[in-house]
């Protein structure tokens, strides 16, 4: 089910930035995105090096693009973090077979300096670079990737290219990491997938259905966290709902930005403690839910998973319209 959500809107994506309503992966014959088509303008990386967008970044290769705001405290951080697993599921290949772009939205603010700070906070290897430039030019490239809304609320994408093919595709960065790898994979042909399939079908392992909470914390949280398998991004979380305060946790889920801006100081205290903020992850009030019994599931100290109480859950948004669109957000992480 998920694979198949992934791929549809992998689907619509492909038609939206190159207008081509046939499969995802159909070039026009004679493609429009090569050298006339992307501008080449110069950009400065989180080294301090001058180079120039197309001749130097795109031609001829295999290339994931996206765009960001370094002092996002919304989803960006997210973003990157999922881009991080790319880069790790990867490996190698990343500055050989394929190279990571992330481009600043925010140039005015995002000097080199700041984007190899925030490169280092996310563990940024060889063949990820974090570009900065003049807004114009910048301004310039987004508009040819189709992001021509207002930059704060810019798509949470990461565009997938075969430059020289001009073959392009956009997939969703809050998509589950094992999916979104073997999308970019497929449509790159990086050969990163080396398992072999079942000879039978009755050999194919049976796949337990996840919950919703699980599928949450897998989509929005695991790019940060672990349980009992050490700190990452953020703090192990093996425990946390002993050692915090259970309706602190909730309130934390559901806007751990506003609880820094209160000046909670378990918040401030975390805040000093991780180089990456939690971030506002825009849940809905039965996302809390399903979120927290998940999370209480894990403890072991709790093995039996409880239910969000309608007061502790009082002020998170209530279901219907969900608030984390994530083809888009907002501008305006520290963790539990």
């Known amino acids: 089910m998920f694979k198949s959500l992934v791929s549809a809107a992998a689907l619509l994506l492909t038609v939206a930035i190159s207008g081509t309503p046939g499969g995802a992966w159909a070039a026009p014959n004679s493609s429009p995105w090569g050298a006339d ?12 090096k001058t180079v120039m967008f197309y001749d130097d970044l795109m031609k001829d290769k295999k290339v994931l693009v996206n765009f960001i705001f370094a002092l996002c405290d919304q989803a960006c951080p997210l973003d990157t973090a999922k881009m991080a697993e790319v880069q790790k599921m990867l490996g190698s290949r990343v500055g050989r077979d394929v190279f990571m772009y992330s481009i600043t939205l925010d140039p005015e603010n995002d000097t080199p300096e700041k984007m190899k700070e925030y490169a280092a906070q996310f563990g940024a290897g060889p063949g990820w670079l974090f570009l900065t430039g003049k807004r114009a030019d910048i301004d310039k490239i987004r508009f040819k990737f189709g ?25 969703p960065l809050a998509a ?24 039978r079908f009755d050999e194919a392992p049976r796949q337990k ?11 929005r949280c695991a790019s940060c966290h672990t349980f009992g398998k050490g700190a990452h991004l953020g703090p192990d979380l093996k425990g946390v709902t002993s050692r915090r305060d259970r309706d602190w946790v909730i309130r934390y889920l559901a806007a751990a930005d506003k609880m820094r801006a209160n000046k909670d100081p378990i918040a401030l205290d975390l805040a000093k403690s991780w180089k990456v903020l939690m971030p506002n992850l825009a849940l809905t009030r039965n996302d809390v839910t399903d979120l927290m019994t998940y999370i209480e599931a894990q403890d ?37």
Not at 37 to 48: A, C, I, R, S
Not at 176 to 199: C, F, S, T
């Open 300 to 336: 072991r100290s709790k093995p039996d998973a409880m239910q969000v109480s309608a007061p502790a859950a009082a002020g998170v948004e209530k279901s219907g319209a969900s608030a984390h669109d994530h083809h888009q957000h907002h501008h305006g992480g520290e963790h539990k």
């Open 176 to 199: 589950d990491r094992n999916l979104l790898v073997a999308e970019i994979d497929r449509a790159l042909d990086l050969n990163w997938y080396a398992g072999k399939p079942p000879k």
């Open 37 to 48: 088509y992307f501008p080449n303008v110069p950009l400065v990386t989180q080294d301090g």
């Open 209 to 219: 259905m996840p919950e919703t909470g699980q599928v949450l914390f897998a989509n």
């Open 147 to 171: 992001d021509r809304g207002k930059k704060e609320e810019h798509a949470n994408t990461v565009r997938v290219g075969k430059v020289a093919a001009g073959q392009w595709m956009r997939l």
